[in-house]
């Protein structure tokens, strides 16, 4: 394979017919040996600071099949525009989430715009758990405390932490990565369950209900899962509350500081979803008075920036966006963005199920394993026995 490097782009297959710019670098080799097995010369950014539209318009150029790009990346009408004149069909994110792109433009533009489920859902949700944790018992603060050299021994009040063992998860936004989490705390920690969704989810509340019944059969305390009425209800009842929803106007700021008001002194706030979902410095201001409550953040509303101040609370926990952060997860995300380019720049159909495993091995199915504006498009769906 041919290598070439140059002004911070490494160039793979510089002879292929077809052209993708991948505007990071991904984890893993089987990502880019799709790409290659296609046909397609693939520029790769190498480096760390963040492209800006100006950039990414640059390195489309005239020419540019597809494009693997970035959550960190506004992908607007003219980004669109400027695929779509350099004969581009394709954009995939490099994620699940897709608020950062502006499918109707896309879709305006012909472009095709995939994303990476299905990979992220445990490891994200194992994140939000950690968080949980790191958040109840007080670990980094604790840390820092032994790290600084002000241990003296063991001390029967020294950093009391929440227990969580039978206290009620409230959960906003019951997706999958939202139920895989409130599943771990529910099973493994007998917390009752709070949910606040538009639409009742009937599989997690008859899954609690039957380990619900396990439980009791066993001698063991019952435990409940319901769906409240109103984002409030939730707030003042939860003494975990975390947020799995997407972003968009009606959900950007949803804990501000009046919603925090409403949540128990000593509450905790778990957001490993988007982080304009919190006014940050709502937070701050409230963390900073509200000395029980605690919160633990893995995203930002303003990444990588974050509010004056957060870093100096003691009851604040916060990573830098690492909710994906497994090597297994994000080499399967590097691999569902290459198919996603790969089968729409080889002319293939968009595959229209959900279980998307056998898209991570050498084996996969000709087709896009998800387009999310495929139907808009008028695209081919893919079958067992062929195109649909």
């Known amino acids: 394979m041919t290598v070439v490097r140059t002004n911070g782009w490494r160039v793979f297959n510089r002879d292929g017919r077809k052209r993708v710019i991948v505007t990071k670098e991904l984890a893993g080799d089987l990502w880019l040996e799709v790409l290659v097995s296609c046909d397609c010369r693939v520029e790769v950014y190498t480096r760390t600071d963040l492209l800006d539209g100006a950039a990414i318009r640059g390195a489309i150029g005239t020419r540019c099949d597809g494009v693997i790009g970035q959550l960190t990346e506004t992908w607007d009408e003219r980004l669109f525009q400027a695929l779509h004149a350099a004969g581009g069909r394709v954009y995939s994110n490099y994620a699940v989430g897709y608020d950062n792109a502006d499918v109707s433009a896309a ?45 003296g021994g063991w001390l029967p009040g020294l950093f009391l932490g929440k227990l969580l063992h039978g206290k009620t998860l409230g959960l906003l936004g019951a997706g999958r990565i939202g139920v895989a989490y409130a599943r771990m705390l529910v099973e493994g920690h007998k917390m009752d369950l709070a949910y606040y969704d538009l639409r009742p989810n009937d599989d997690l509340e008859g899954y609690v209900a039957d380990y619900s019944a396990f439980l009791e059969a066993h001698g063991e305390r019952p435990i409940r899962c319901r769906r409240v009425d109103t984002l409030e209800q939730l707030l003042c009842e939860a003494d975990v509350v975390s947020l799995h929803v997407v972003l968009d106007d009606s959900t950007r700021h949803m804990i501000d500081a009046s919603r925090l008001a409403q949540m128990k002194d000593d509450a905790i706030l778990i957001n490993s979803s988007r982080g304009p979902l919190v006014d940050e410095e709502a937070l701050v201001e409230h963390c900073r008075t509200h000395t029980e409550f605690s919160a633990a953040l893995d995203v930002f509303e303003r990444e990588p920036e974050t509010a004056a101040g957060l870093h100096d609370l003691p009851n604040v926990v916060a990573v830098p966006h690492l909710g994906s952060a497994t090597r297994w997860t994000r080499e399967g995300m590097a691999t569902l963005a290459a198919r996603n380019v790969a089968a729409l720049v080889s002319g293939w159909p968009v595959w229209g199920g959900s279980e998307i495993s056998m898209f991570l091995t050498d084996a996969a199915p000709q087709a896009a394993p998800s387009i999310v504006n495929a139907r808009e498009l008028g695209l081919p769906m893919f079958s067992e026995g062929g195109r649909l």
């Open 107 to 151: 879709t305006a533009s012909s472009i095709a715009v995939g994303n990476t489920p299905g990979v992220l859902t445990e490891t994200t949700a194992e994140m939000a758990v950690a968080l949980t944790f790191a958040a109840a018992r007080r670990v980094v603060e604790s840390s820092r405390h032994l790290a600084d050299g002000r241990f």
